[in-house]
């Protein structure tokens, strides 16, 4: 019993956006095998791959209103003040903000950075660039949320990128978020944008790893805090 216990516990979930991918790839395997055997294996490899790309992994979530958590796996790609989208509706003053880039090899499952409501959410087509350059900000497709947390107003942003061709959301306007809850999903490669009101100080710098509902990116106030943590 401990033995398969300790292999549960090793396998991670498949989250359920991935299914019909996965079969896809499989069949796709399949069906080049009918032509050539090592095909064949080359589609179960691919197969094995896209599982992995939707794999959605519990995390340990540290709760403090003080606190704002990385909605994304992937590097800090960039951190500094800048004007927020107008979309968000966040005003034109520079806002701290830390970006997350996503490559092929990431979990893409998305995590909102701190509890509150979601007030806005503004879907807006763009361009496919790669997300990793700073005008993908301006110029990629992206799905904008705004989230009335206990800090003031944050903005969340899923940008497309150069495989990126589906930006998902399952949240609505008038939802409550709790820091580190699921909210979304990009497909296949992309970056997450997060704009954090005033009182923000950055916890991470770039070139950094972070990882969803874990990484603490930016912190309010100043002291030593004590802190729970919420499993999910």
């Known amino acids: ?13 498949i989250h359920r956006a991935g299914y019909p991918f996965i079969a896809i790839f499989f069949a796709i395997a399949v069906v080049l095998g009918l032509f050539w055997e090592p095909l064949f294996w080359v589609g179960v490899v691919l197969t094995l791959w896209c599982a992995y790309f939707f794999r959605d992994p519990e995390r340990v979530t540290p709760l403090s209103d003080t606190l704002a958590v990385s909605p994304a796996d992937g590097t800090v790609s960039l951190v500094g003040h800048v004007v927020p989208p107008e979309e968000l509706g966040l005003g034109s003053e520079p ?3 830390v970006s997350v880039f996503m490559n092929v090899f990431n979990c893409h499952v998305n995590r909102a950075p701190m509890r509150g409501r979601i007030s806005r959410i503004a879907y807006r087509e763009g ?43 399952w949240r609505g306007v008038g939802d409550r978020v709790e820091a580190g809850e699921r909210f979304g999903l990009i497909r296949f490669g992309s970056r997450l944008d997060i704009y954090l009101p ?35």
């Open 198 to 232: 005033d009182g923000a100080k950055a916890r991470v710098s770039e070139g950094q790893t972070a990882i969803a509902g874990e990484t603490v990116i930016a912190e309010f106030g100043a002291g030593l805090q004590t802190y729970s943590a919420r499993r999910d």
């Open 1 to 13: 019993m401990h033995m398969i216990a300790s292999i549960r516990n090793a396998l991670v979930p």
């Open 95 to 97: 806002m701290l903000r």
């Open 127 to 169: 361009e496919f660039k790669n997300a990793e350059l700073d005008k993908a900000s301006d110029v990629n497709e992206r799905n904008s949320l705004v989230i009335e947390g206990p800090q003031g107003d944050l903005g969340v942003v899923q940008i497309a990128g150069f495989l990126a061709r589906r930006i998902i959301c």
